[in-house]
């Protein structure tokens, strides 16, 4: 556990949060979860999984996949199907028309983004197949599309970063990078910081779709329209990274000429934080397969589970030591 944190949410290593009274999931459904009016009756052998993961575009999303990878194994009693999507939304409908036509008995996907579900979940519904969502939601008009959801709370990631910079910068000019538009990581993210900041102090917005390569662009092309800006808040660390990369290059000293606030905490987005680069990094929490491993099984046995999960995060600032970068697992 990292002992320097300026901002520590949630009670416990996971908080299981039961749906009443929260918002963060779209999919219709009843809001006490159970198994969605699915079913999937246990037999005999290994429970198959087909998992649809939505991509490799990040260091956080490399450690979710390590992650998902080591907990659902056949020692665990699962035969696992696992495929990349590279963040393109057809390749994931076709995933899961697959997973549907090899009868897994459990389907997990992490949408790369929320709308163009409905059409291939009441496919799956169809055809009894109960879903789990992992890390990102949907917003769709099946009822009961999916019997629950683990992920992080964006929205109050995007919050946790509006407000220290409203403490520690509160007239800076903000431009926002934006991860994969349409995708709940980032309108959550965003919405959370903007309500913090307020729209007038952002000085302009693009998207980096969350990877390295497209941050350093868009960064490129935002110093040229924003020469204004002194605070880069970027919804993934990999982003921010690209844009430390293009604000060099411009001349600029990150975290100095340019405060940067980030979210993930990958160990490059930490080691950032030491070389005083990044300013504060809210945590996005990747490594949760065992939740996901807890989750599949219970679905598949058919018991009572909350609409959610939310895994827990923290947040870092510059008082980060080189030994707890080190230390860290991702
Ligand atoms: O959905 C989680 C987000 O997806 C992570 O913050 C980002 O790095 C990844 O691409």
């Not at 080591?70 to 199907?81: C, R, Y």
């Not at 009441?122 to 939601?137: F, G, M, N, S, Y």
């Not at 005083?276 to 589970?305: H, M, R, S, W």
Request: proline share 3%; with cysteine.
């Amino acid at each position: 556990m990292f002992g320097k944190t300026m901002r520590t949410r949630g009670l416990a290593a996971v908080v299981t949060v039961l749906a009443l009274g929260l918002t963060a999931c779209s999919g219709g459904g009843d809001e006490t979860g159970g198994t969605g009016g699915q079913s999937a009756a246990p037999g005999s052998g290994p429970i198959k999984v087909g998992f649809s993961q939505l991509g490799a575009e990040s260091g956080w999303r490399t450690a979710n996949t390590e992650s998902v990878k080591a907990s659902l194994t056949a020692e665990n009693g699962i035969d696992l199907t696992f495929v990349d999507a590279q963040q393109k939304q057809e390749n994931q409908i076709k995933a899961l028309r697959d997973f549907i036509d090899q009868g897994v008995d459990v389907i997990a996907f992490s949408p790369v983004v929320e709308t163009g579900w409905d059409e291939v979940l009441q496919e799956i519904k169809d055809a009894e197949i109960p879903v789990v969502l992992v890390d990102r939601t949907v917003d769709t008009t099946v009822v009961d599309a999916y019997v629950t959801w683990i992920g992080a709370d964006f929205e109050a990631e995007g919050t946790t970063a509006g407000e220290w910079v409203t403490v520690n910068y509160p007239d800076a000019k903000i431009f926002e990078l934006q991860g994969t538009l349409g995708s709940g990581a980032q309108v959550d993210r965003e919405a959370g910081f903007d309500t913090i900041v307020g729209q007038q102090n952002i000085v302009g917005k693009a998207s980096g779709n969350f990877t390295r390569a497209e941050g350093k662009a868009a960064m490129e092309a935002a110093l040229q329209a924003y020469p204004d800006m002194d605070l880069l808040f970027t919804h993934n660390d990999d982003m921010g990274l690209g844009a430390i990369e293009a604000m060099e290059a411009a001349g600029k000293k990150p975290g100095e000429d340019i405060q940067i606030v980030s979210v993930d905490g990958v160990r490059d987005g930490l080691q950032a934080l030491v070389d005083k680069k990044f300013n504060y990094v809210v945590e996005c929490n990747p490594v949760f397969g065992d939740q996901i491993l807890d989750t599949i099984k219970k679905v598949y046995a058919g018991e009572q589970l909350p609409r959610e999960t939310i895994v827990f995060d923290q947040a870092f600032d510059q008082t980060i030591t080189q030994a707890e970068v080190d230390a860290r697992a991702y």
